[in-house]
């Protein structure tokens, strides 16, 4: 009993930290500078970890996926083959006008960085961590995806690493395109996609347009590339949920990606010459 | 324990948040939900080592888990979450196992399955009063189910592992012995008194079946006297099994007063006659018999020991010197002339010196007390090494008319090995033989109580009324201070009480 006397206004002192931390980082809508004081300090620890871990949470994922392996790799062929076909027929709807539209034109420069995701968030939060950081041009806007499409977008960097926020995360919203009806709208996350379900809640903005499962979504673009690249497939049309009264269409969209397993991602780069030519026009 | 526990517990909560960012949040569970680690540790810190550790550990581990890159919701809201939960376990643990000394792993399993399900429900609902987006109620609905379930399914392993590294709070307490039910002290002593000292039992149990014919005093006798003097004890040796007790003397511990007609024993030596320059007999208790043949002699405390041997019954060179932590000490053979008071080293009850007559040595030889050093003068009387009743070298023991005088490695035993053989070595200094790892049953190191028997740090509590507790064959304040200088425990000798706790039924 005097041990539990003593140590209570410890315990008094240490809630009212915490409280503070919420409140300060709630003002800062959690961006505030204690998650870049926690990305410096434990980012090359979590990097090393990662790289520790990454085989075995491999196997894990090779374990807890399909059996066979060629299941999986017909699997992957699959989706590299409608990405393709995604991509492809958004060149053949208008590439030139879309080139304007998405500030491409030009000679593209876009570049991707590869790291490998070492960490992940808990299962309220969809972020992750990579191994890349501003030591290999990694600046936060970022757009982050891997083979399949789009992934996230990078929001805290430090030298070595860099947190991702999924597209699935529900603070996340990124504009989207529909890749065969050119129509625009946003896609936003529901969360708790690194634990189950993923998939994410489309709305157009147009109220005429007409929303069919199996569309493929592609991304809007950002002024400059960030946050979001041009063109980056990030899923297809499962489930319209509109109602015939609602003013804007809405549907489910599966992404890609498969954002339990990621494993390798590439963050595109932005040229800067590029984006300032294009932010100044 | 502290200092390793601020060294274990950061330890294990950095590791745990790495290994919960790097790996666990990383697996493909099966399901919505994910374990998690760091609420584990804390609430096994918080029951494994108090509130205050698990309070520290929880906001240091929720604090890391919030600023930890992949983040991805407020800083501060695991660290309020995880040390609430890390004291509560330690708070709830602290005053559940309060009246019950004894620490049941099902009482700490369930608390930390209740903080663990309860830190759970507090990063949900702490996430929704702060409207994270991603903690709405569907989400927690789905996730907050099968995160407790993966957490309650991880308790017993996290609780095991980090009782094991942190270390459970039984450890830092004070040594209590326990003995087990078999080995409590008042069966080893029953035991003990039925072959080598019949007169060496606990307060309250029966007395033996002659009681002595001149001595008036308390006594306690171990192993065989002469025959001549203890014609009792020398009954006794003979009921004993393989002891076949010749007329040769044998190292004898004189409890109290041995002698004839003894006025030094106990409380008689309280009395302090003129001609023992009125000393007190110091801390120990029962001193060893007075010959009657002796001249002046200086009769000095003899320290921490309370139980003396016999003395030699010629006393010219009688050196009254404090056995130390000797407790009990054999009467010196009869035959003996010099007989030099020594104390006994680690050993406790030391057997009586071989009768060297011209040459012994000043010193105590090493470790040994009285440790012989020509075996060959004294062949059958060696003086025990380490141990309580031994002879010189261990390779003696071979003799069997030798064993019977000493005997070796059980205590208070007669030639032939007692029945409860656990009642071997306990453990250091504590009646125990020269060498006591090969001695030492596993069983009893725990219980061994230190470096003395019969002045346990703190005395098992179940048989306080039997067992060396205050009033047994002990005085109340064992050896720290000369307690014969002061009152209050010179008073209770005087009273006579000893004398009703020692032979209780007899009175």
Known sequence: MHEARRIRPVLIVLLVVAVALITFDFRDSGASPVHTIGADVFGPVERVAGDIASPFVGFFHAASGNDSSEISALQKQNDQLRAELAQAQVSKAAQVQLEQLLRLSGSGGYRVVAASVIAAGGEYSDTVTINAGSRNGVAPNETVLNGDGLVGVVTVVTSDTATVQLATDANATVGVRMAGTRQIGAVSGTGQTMAGTNDLRLTLFSATATLHPGEEIVTFGSVGGRPYAPGVPVGEVVTVTSQQCALTQSALVRPYADFSGLGVVGVVIPPPAKAKATAHR | ?????????????????????????????????????????????????????????????????????????????????????????????????????????????????????????????????????????????????????????????????????????????????????????????????????????????????????????????????????????????????????????????????????????????????????????????????????????????????????????????????????????????????????????????????????????????????????????????????????????????????????????????????????RIKSPGRGWLRSAAPGALAAPSWRPSSPGKGWLRPAKPPPAPRLKSPGRGWLRPARPPRQNWYTKGPSTRWLRRGRRKRLLLGGRR
């Open chain 2, 1 to 421: 324990m502290i200092a390793r526990r601020a060294l274990v517990c950061p330890i294990i909560v950095f590791l745990a948040v790495i290994g919960q960012l790097a790996v666990v949040n990383r697996l493909p569970l099966p399901g919505v939900g994910k374990p998690d680690i760091v609420l584990l540790v804390v609430a096994a810190i918080g029951i494994a080592a108090g509130p205050a550790t698990g309070l520290l550990a929880g906001f240091a581990g929720g604090l890391a888990i919030d600023v930890a890159p992949p983040g991805g919701h407020l800083a501060g809201e695991y660290a309020l979450v995880y040390c609430l939960v890390g004291y509560g376990c330690g708070r709830i643990r602290d005053l559940a196992q309060g009246s019950s000394a004894e620490r049941s792993a099902m009482a700490s399993l369930t608390v930390m399955a209740v903080g663990v399900a309860a830190g759970e429900a507090g990063k949900a609902g702490l996430g929704m009063m702060l409207s994270d987006p991603n903690v709405t109620g569907p989400v927690v609905k789905h996730v907050l189910p099968a995160a407790i379930i993966y957490d309650l399914l991880l308790c017993p392993f996290v609780l095991w592992f980090v009782s094991l590294t942190v270390g459970t709070p039984a450890s830092e307490r004070a040594p209590e012995p326990q003995f087990p039910p078999s080995l409590r002290l008042a069966p080893a002593f029953r035991l003990a008194s039925a072959g080598a000292a019949p007169r060496l039992r606990l307060a309250g149990t029966t007395p033996p079946p002659v009681p002595p014919p001149v001595r008036t005093e308390p006594r306690l006798r171990l192993a065989g006297g002469r025959s001549s003097l203890s014609p009792r004890t020398n009954a006794a040796f003979s009921s004993a099994p393989g002891s076949a007790l010749s007329g040769r003397p044998t190292p004898r511990l004189n409890l109290a007063s041995a002698g004839r007609g003894n006025q030094l024993g106990g409380a008689s030596a309280l009395r302090a006659p003129a001609r023992l320059q009125g000393k007190t007999p110091g801390k120990g208790w029962l001193r060893p018999p007075r010959q009657a043949s002796r001249t002046v002699r200086q009769r000095r405390s003899p320290g921490k020991g309370w139980i003396v041997a016999g003395k030699p019954a010629a006393a010219g060179s009688w050196q009254p010197k404090t056995p130390g932590k000797g407790w009990v000490r054999p009467p010196r053979p009869p035959g003996m002339t010099t007989w030099r008071r020594r104390s006994p080293g680690k050993g406790w009850i030391v057997a009586g010196r071989p009768a060297t007559p011209v040459n012994w040595q000043p010193r105590s030889p090493g470790k040994g007390w009285a440790r012989s050093p020509k075996p060959q003068a004294a062949p059958k009387r060696k003086s025990p090494g380490r141990g309580w009743i031994r002879p010189a070298a261990s390779g003696a023991l071979a003799a069997p008319a030798f064993r019977r005088s000493s005997p070796g490695k059980g205590w208070l035993r007669p030639a032939a090995p007692p029945p409860a053989p």
